[in-house]
Every structure is written in structure tokens, then in C-alpha cells.
């Protein structure tokens, strides 16, 4: 049996002390990202564009989270969120997972996870790397997941999360 | 075992200390190992996006010494970067012209690039700021052939530690062999956070400071390297830094220092090392120059499959 966007309904009462007719009922589709560390949730909404979108954004900050203490979630009705977002979402918060709604109901669910090597979404920070200067997809291997620390695969330079330039 | 045919050499970091010994007894063979054929037909390919005394004209001599031959260019005006080719068009042109390359490139990450998409090896000539792996080869058998060891001993990285390729190399290889480090620099010319945190990883025990006062009697080795201008961005940042450090053989005495003490440079020198120095037993920077043939000799022939 399927389950029901229980995020969003857990959500909802959280929320709804400010406004119980604010509209963060469960969404009919799209895809909820919860268990955000709370400081990177609008980090992970800049990723996903949220300012661009026209659909049904719903973003959450400092709700209460057993295990994260505090925690951020983001809603988008109707956006289903591919692989490529997925990664970056790792990058930033880790500890996230993603719920993917269809008709109410959570039909997917996972934890994000920081794949081996990453192309195309961090750029190199070091200005003088051969791939800020050639039209080359930037990659860069994974050296440690929590916290995360890259190496550039041409230059060699390590960075950790302060130091990442997004694409 | 050691296994060297068709392997691009591009940074230190993929050596593990068996393979590094490997390439200095290999180099040691190679010192008497002149005018011989065992790379006869091979052609290497010279690409200097830079300029290079050493390091070119010791891969070239070196081919030529074992039977090869070379074709490439000793800056980038002299080849087609000049009407805008890319460096990866380059390479993969050039990759069918040879059986070999040897690349040194202003970016960093070049040299990798260009392993990327070559056929046939590459080797790193030094790409920017960052690796300089034939350089660490020769600086070692330097250090092995002059102190006898490269286990147990402690050495001093003088200078530019910020941008000189050379020294994150060397401290890097020198890490396989209970080494002790001195870290020397003005405070801008720091080693980089990164490369010190790699090496405390590896169980290094690692020293910063700005002055040899006071730890000049500990140390076996002085690596001293030329502050380089051509890394600032800012000229007046460099003017703040040049010629902070001049050593000298009067220096040297007044400190004291251990009697076996051997000061490597990469060279060229400018104003870091004073000419006092060169007769003396310290300075060995003039053998490490010319130990690039027997070094190179020795990668060139393993790599290209003449010695398995």
C-alpha cells in the first residue's frame, strides 16, 4: 500500500500555528525535500530555482527535527526532481532526503546521496585550473562525503563546502 | 611490482614509494647508460607552453641520448595557440604525430587534460602552480644519492611555498619516508593549507616558521626555491617579498649548520641563493640540474616499454 505525503502533513501542523488556512496542505504532485540541515534550506532553494518557478513553492525553515534538532523542507507542486538536482542537493545538505508525490501519495522516497565523482554541477574554485579556462565540464572527485571535500580532477585543488562555486 | 609502459605520468600523488624507488634505481643504471638505440623509432613530442631551460633540453637531451628522436616547440607563439587553437585540439593532433608528450603548461590541470584525451602518454613538465613530477624524481635521487637515504631525514622548503610547484611535490613524495619538514616563508608565501593538512594526514611532522634562526642546525636538506614573479598577480605583492631570503655561505657559518647539510634548488636562481655558496659542499643544486638526465633517461625508457 502507499503512503501518504506524511512530511507534508507533519508540515502542516507545524506551520499551520501561524496560519491554519495557509496553503501547505500535501501536494497533489511534485517533490517534497525534507530533513534539510535548516541554514542550508535557502541554499538548496537557490539550487532548485524556486524564484523562477510558477508553480506551487512551499518553503519551511527551523521546524523541529529529532534528529537534525532543527530542520528545513522545501515543497514544489508538480516538479518532479531529476538526478543532476538531486547530486547538487547532496553537495549542500547532506542529510536530505526526497519525497516524490503522485496523487497525494509519496510513490518515492530517498535519501540523497554524494555520488564518487561529480561533473558539471561545482566549478573549480582555483581561477587558474585549465577548466575555467577551456570549455570543459568541470569534475571533480569525492574525497570525504560528511563533510564533503572535492578534489578537482585536472588541477588537484581540495575544497570543502565553503569554498563551492555552483554552475 | 612497478609498471610504467604507456603510464602518463602527471602527478607524484600517483606514485605509491615502491614505484618511486623503482624509477631512482632505474635512474642510478641509467647514469652511465649513454648513445645506445633502446628507444630507437620512438618520437617524443616537446610541447613548452613556457619557458623551460632545464627541463626541456634535459627531455630532449635525454631522448636523444637513447636513441630517439624529437619534434615540438619551446613556446606557445611558435604553435598553432597562437591562431587560438585549444590545448585539447593540440594534443589530439600532435598525439598522432609521436609516441610520447611532454607538456608544460601555464594552467593547472593541463597536463591531465591533455592525458585525457592523448593516446599515447604524457608527461607532466609542470602544469602552472600545481605538480612538477619529473622535477620531484630528480630532486629525489638528488637527496638519495647525496645524503645516501631519503628515510629518517629532516629538510627545510625555503622560500616561495605558496606557488612553488616543486616544493608541494617533493614534501608530498618525501612523505613516504619518515621525513621531518621545516616549512620557511615569508607569511604570503605560506604552504598551502591543503598540502599541510595532506601531509599531517600522513603522519608528517610538519614545522612553519619565517626565519632559519634557530633550526638551521637541524637540518639535513635545505630546499631553497626562487620566489616567482611570474605567479603574482599583483606586482606589488611580489615587491613585499623579494629578496627576503638571501643565503649565503657567511650566513650559514654564523648560524651554524649540521657539517653534511646539502642545499638543493631547482633553479634558476636569482637572488635567494648568493654565489659564495657554490664551491662549497653545501651546494649540490648544479648536480641535482644535470641528475635530470639520468632521471628522465630512465622514465623516458620505462614508460616507452625499452625496460621492463
Redo the contacts between chains.
Keep these: 500500500m502507499k503512503k501518504r505525503d506524511v512530511s507534508a502533513t507533519k508540515d502542516e501542523s507545524v506551520i499551520g500555528h501561524v496560519d491554519n488556512k495557509l496553503d501547505v496542505s500535501a501536494i497533489k504532485d511534485g517533490s517534497v525535500i525534507d530533513h534539510i540541515d535548516s541554514k542550508s534550506t535557502l541554499k538548496v532553494a537557490t539550487i532548485l530555482n524556486i524564484q523562477d518557478e510558477e508553480r506551487v513553492v512551499l518553503v519551511g525553515m527551523n521546524l523541529e527535527s529529532k534528529c537534525l534538532g532543527k530542520k528545513g523542507i522545501i515543497k514544489i507542486g508538480g516538479k518532479i526532481i531529476d538526478q543532476k538536482e538531486v547530486n547538487k542537493i547532496a553537495l549542500i545538505a547532506p542529510n536530505a532526503t526526497v519525497n516524490i508525490i503522485k496523487d497525494y501519495n509519496v510513490v518515492k522516497k530517498f535519501k540523497v546521496a554524494v555520488p564518487e565523482t561529480i561533473e558539471g554541477i561545482v566549478k573549480c574554485f582555483n581561477p587558474n585550473c585549465v577548466s575555467n579556462h577551456h570549455n570543459l565540464e568541470p569534475k571533480l572527485h569525492v574525497l570525504n562525503k560528511n563533510p564533503i571535500r572535492l578534489q578537482c580532477h585536472y588541477c588537484e585543488r581540495v575544497m570543502d563546502s565553503n569554498d563551492f562555486v555552483l554552475t | 611490482m612497478a609498471r610504467f609502459k604507456q603510464r602518463d605520468i602527471i ?1 607524484i ?1 600517483h606514485f605509491n614509494k615502491e614505484e618511486l624507488l623503482y624509477i631512482l634505481d632505474l635512474s642510478k643504471h641509467m647514469e652511465g647508460y649513454n648513445h645506445t638505440d633502446i628507444l630507437k623509432g620512438k618520437m617524443l613530442a616537446s610541447l613548452f607552453f613556457e619557458p623551460s631551460t632545464r627541463t626541456r633540453l634535459s627531455f630532449e637531451s635525454a631522448m636523444n641520448r637513447l636513441g630517439g628522436t624529437v619534434i615540438g616547440f619551446a613556446e606557445p607563439g611558435a604553435s598553432s595557440t597562437a591562431k587560438g587553437e ?3 585540439d593540440s594534443v589530439k593532433i600532435i598525439d598522432g604525430y609521436c609516441d610520447i608528450i611532454v607538456l608544460r ?6 597536463a ?2 591533455a592525458a585525457d584525451v592523448a593516446g599515447v602518454p604524457v608527461i607532466n613538465a609542470g ?5 612538477h613530477p619529473t622535477q620531484t624524481f630528480l630532486d629525489l635521487y638528488t637527496i638519495r644519492k647525496t645524503k645516501g637515504t631519503l628515510e629518517g631525514i629532516t629538510v627545510g622548503f625555503l622560500g616561495d611555498l605558496k606557488y612553488g610547484r616543486t616544493v608541494h611535490s617533493l614534501a608530498y613524495a618525501l612523505s613516504h619516508f619518515s621525513t621531518e619538514m621545516y616549512f620557511i616563508s615569508p607569511s604570503g608565501l605560506r604552504m598551502p593549507k ?1 598540502c599541510l593538512e ?1 601531509l599531517r594526514q600522513r603522519k608528517v611532522t610538519c614545522h612553519e616558521t619565517e626565519s632559519l634562526l634557530g633550526i638551521s642546525k637541524k637540518l639535513d636538506v635545505i630546499y631553497c626555491t626562487r620566489i616567482q614573479k611570474e605567479r603574482f598577480a599583483d606586482p606589488v605583492e611580489f615587491e613585499k617579498v623579494r629578496g627576503v631570503y638571501r643565503l649565503s655561505k657567511a650566513q650559514l657559518e654564523e648560524m651554524g649548520t649540521k657539517d653534511d647539510l646539502k642545499i638543493l634548488h631547482p633553479l634558476p636562481r636569482v637572488d635567494e641563493m648568493d654565489e659564495s655558496l657554490d664551491g662549497t659542499d653545501f651546494a649540490v643544486y648544479f648536480h641535482q640540474a644535470r641528475n635530470g638526465i639520468p632521471v628522465r633517461k630512465a622514465l623516458l625508457a620505462s614508460v616507452l616499454g625499452a625496460i621492463e
Excluded: P, T
Design positions: 602527478s600523488r585549444s590545448l585539447s603548461h601555464y594552467l593547472e590541470g593541463s591531465r587534460l602544469d602552472g602552480a600545481n605538480q591543503d595532506e
